[in-house]
């Protein structure tokens, strides 16, 4: 997939457990443990925000695009 | 696999009309027994209710008919949500938001019934017997060992119904968008 979600270098960056976010956002912890690793079909942009708000981060500092070669 | 998957589509067919029974019973009996009052006490329909017959009159009766109404009503509603469950694993759709829900509402009625059923009992001794001259008019409170089992088990069902209420939202949030 060519989105790629950086969740878990902000989540070190900012020095912040996944259980700390998860209840700071209202998700399970199970869940950003697939965010963490892309297995997810999508993101609400009320978590995206939630989680923006919690770390301090933009948008694209959580997930990145990046160009597949055919 | 397939053949379990068949046993629960027939057993839950088979809950379903048993449970369509029991509604259809429960609005008869209930008005059965506060028409022929003694008939059913003699059957085992409420009875601990004492009362007395010679002042047992018409207004007894109806106010009877009413509180016991309560929880006949509730009983109603437990069964029609324990059917809709039913429907659901009929139809296949095991473990998911429609069953659950509908499984944690009739495990919710349950509880309200056997809460409710209490004190029911003690408006019941008052409903039978305020025409009986002052002096013998009664007051029944009672709590029994069935009533404490009964409570602790529509707790254990709720629980129960809640966790798998809660563990399909989890799957099924797990499965699409987070």
Redesign the interface.
């Known amino acids: 997939m060519s989105i790629i979600v950086n969740l878990d270098v902000m989540l070190a960056r900012r020095k912040v457990k996944s259980k700390d976010l998860a209840q700071a956002v209202g998700i399970t912890v199970q869940n950003i443990s697939l965010l963490k690793s892309g297995k997810v079909k999508g993101i609400r942009f009320a978590t995206l925000e939630a989680i923006c708000k919690y770390l301090d981060c933009e948008p694209g500092d959580i997930l990145e695009y990046v160009k597949e070669d055919k | 696999m397939n053949e379990n998957y068949q046993k629960v589509q027939h057993l839950s067919k088979m809950m379903k009309n048993v449970c369509t029974m029991i509604m259809v019973a429960i609005p008869i009996a209930h008005l059965l027994i506060w028409t022929n009052f003694e008939k059913a006490q003699s059957w085992g329909f409420y009875h601990r209710t004492s009362y007395d017959a010679n002042y047992l009159l018409t207004s007894n009766l109806m106010a009877g008919f009413f509180v016991t109404g309560l929880l006949a009503f509730i009983a109603f509603i437990a069964i029609f949500e324990l059917r809709k469950f039913f429907i659901h694993n009929c139809e296949g759709d095991t473990f998911t938001i429609e069953s659950a829900t509908a499984l944690s509402r009739f495990s919710k009625s349950f509880v309200l019934y056997t809460i409710f059923s209490i004190p029911v009992e003690t408006l019941l001794s008052i409903a039978m017997s305020f025409n009986n001259p002052v002096g013998e008019r009664t007051l029944t409170l009672s709590f029994q060992t069935y009533n404490f089992t009964l409570i602790f088990l529509s707790f254990v069902l709720f629980t129960i119904s809640w966790v798998i209420k809660e563990s399909v939202n989890?799957a099924s949030?797990?499965a699409?968008?987070?």
């Open positions: 989890i949030e797990n699409q968008i987070i």
